[in-house]
């Protein structure tokens, strides 16, 4: 069973370019979280996404930030317009559904390797 | 809105030595969730262990085990008879009870570097 994957893993753009980040959620997954990780940081959230839907978006930047997870293919992070202080790793998470009650498994969140964006 | 704060930036061990780093939180919530995730340098992000609060028994896995002081808001991570492989950033993390919208947000501690020296 494959886990979380994220490609690609480096990506290096130029102030003023676009990047596009990719998150394939493991199978059987339908809920997708982006995360970002500032140098000497630790993981802040951005956005969580269901099929289709972006259910909260309240920790992502208002501009030059979106984020999809269509019915098909996998769930992507877009950056218009970088600049330099977009430079960060950026990590996918997966889970499956959650419901009200539910006990909280060991490892119900499932991270990827991160994708590191370098702006220069 | 809750806080995670790791006051060790840095420490080392010495092999097959045990070392605990720290972990305090703020929040408002009585019931929550609580981990310890493991970040070697090839960047994944593991989990080594998590907590309910609701739970007062302390969680355990292998050599790896907490300290959960709730009246504290204390959550530390003591690791027992350290390995080469232990050399990792470790990230205490929180995480509120299921309210809908959200629900699996996790917020992040900065990170304690932990070294095992051999």
């Known amino acids: 069973n494959a886990g979380v994957m994220q490609n690609p893993r480096h990506l290096v753009r130029r102030r003023g370019q676009e990047a596009r980040l990719r998150c394939s959620p493991m199978?059987?997954?339908?809920?997708v979280y982006w995360y970002r990780q500032l140098p000497e940081e630790g993981l802040k959230f951005m956005v969580y996404?269901?099929?289709?839907?972006?259910?909260?978006e309240s920790g992502m930047p208002k501009e030059r930030f979106s984020a999809e997870f269509p019915k098909e293919g996998p769930s992507i992070l877009r950056i218009q317009q970088v600049v330099r202080g977009d430079s960060a790793a950026y990590f996918c998470a997966s889970s499956p559904p959650r419901t009200s009650g539910s006990v909280l498994p060991a490892g119900e969140l499932f991270f990827g390797e991160g994708s590191r964006l370098t702006v220069l | 809105a809750q806080t995670v704060t790791q006051s060790q930036p840095e420490m080392s061990v010495q092999e097959a030595e045990t070392v605990t780093l720290s972990c305090t939180y703020d929040t408002s919530e009585s019931n929550y969730y609580l981990f310890w995730y493991k970040q070697p340098p090839s960047r994944q992000m593991i989990l080594v262990i998590r907590q309910e609060a609701y739970k007062q028994q302390n969680a355990t896995e292998n050599r790896f085990s907490v300290n959960f002081q709730k009246a504290a808001k204390s959550f530390s991570l003591k690791i027992s008879d350290s390995q080469l492989g232990d050399t990792a950033m470790y990230f205490c993390?929180?995480?509120?009870?299921?309210?809908?919208?959200?629900?699996?947000?996790?917020?992040f501690g900065k990170g304690t570097k932990l070294s095992v020296i051999p």
């Open positions: 996404l269901q099929k289709e839907n972006i259910i909260d």
């Open positions: 199978k059987g997954h339908s809920h």
């Open positions: 993390a929180f995480m509120k009870p299921y309210s809908g919208a959200g629900s699996y947000q996790l917020t």
